[in-house]
């Protein structure tokens, strides 16, 4: 008969560093927890959106938990109201559903200058409907061009760029002081023939601007249906890799702590 003992001052060592080693394995395991449920609501996008970008899937993010502030989250990054700031504010009105949503970075830098009443939005014209790109927004270029043009941007700005020499030219063979206008709410005879625009920013084209481009139309409020229901994702998909994510972190810190003990030993 082979005998063996244990020391119950090796036992009482192995069991302070386990106890050491808790805050470290619920940081870790809540970390886990909020890095599944991104993946989760990641993959959850394209069925919940119309072609979400890239760009748009990898706003959701996580942020860890540490040993010193057990707390992790899962969600995408506010908006800035004050900088007029939200790359990811598109992306929240669909999720919540919520009946209005903040205003996006063209948008605030019209009303900061007076064009677009507080509060509204704007949407795509009647220019845009063959311009948007593969994923059903309108490109980038478009909104800069709209801010140049209208020279909306603020003092001070580093990315604050003239108008460009081929509009200015297009402008003066009009006979304007630029291609681009916008029009406030209320009534107006800005239209051909003294007829009423709707409100939103415009284009002059051809030869003498006798033609309108439609880029975008003013709206006081947009409403969003709830396409996806995001802490109900995450909740799911932390319920389903629980397991999976306890076994994986309780195996790595027995093998540390065993390692430790062996250390301690030798």
């Known amino acids: 008969m082979i005998n063996s003992s244990v020391s119950y001052k090796h036992v009482t060592r192995s069991l302070k560093r386990l106890q050491a080693e808790l805050p470290g394995v619920a940081a870790r395991m809540l970390t886990e927890f909020a890095r599944v449920g991104a993946d989760a609501t990641q993959r959850a996008m394209p069925q919940a959106f119309d072609r979400p970008t890239p760009f748009t899937v990898k706003r959701v993010l996580f942020s860890p ?37 903040n205003q996006k970075k063209t948008e605030f830098l019209l009303s900061k200058r007076g064009f677009l009443p507080p ?41 604050l760029k003239g108008i460009s020499k081929a509009s200015q030219a297009r402008a003066a063979r009009m006979g304007v002081a630029s291609e681009f206008f916008a029009v406030g709410q209320g009534r107006n005879t800005l239209a051909k023939g003294g007829g009423w625009l709707p409100p939103g920013v415009y284009r002059r084209a051809g030869r003498k601007g006798e033609r309108l481009e439609q880029y975008f ?50």
Not at 74 to 101: C, F, Q
Not at 128 to 144: L, T
Not at 148 to 154: A, D, E, F
């Open 65 to 101: 938990a540490t040993k010193t502030d057990l707390r992790s989250v899962t969600g995408i990054p506010n908006s800035n109201d004050a900088a007029g700031k939200p790359t990811s504010e598109y992306m929240r009105p669909g999720a919540l559903g919520a009946a209005r949503r």
């Open 119 to 159: 509060g509204w939005v704007m949407v795509p014209g009647s220019f845009m409907k063959d311009k948007k790109d593969g994923f059903g927004n309108v490109p980038g270029s478009y909104y800069k061009q709209v801010i140049r043009s209208l020279q909306i941007r603020q003092q001070g700005d580093r990315y």
């Open 217 to 266: 139309v003013f709206m006081p409020r947009a409403a969003y249906k709830k396409r996806l229901d995001m802490p109900k994702v995450v909740t799911q998909a932390v319920k389903d890799k629980a397991p999976a994510v306890w076994q994986s972190v309780m195996r790595d810190v027995a093998a540390r702590v065993i390692e430790k003990a062996g250390r301690a030993s030798a």
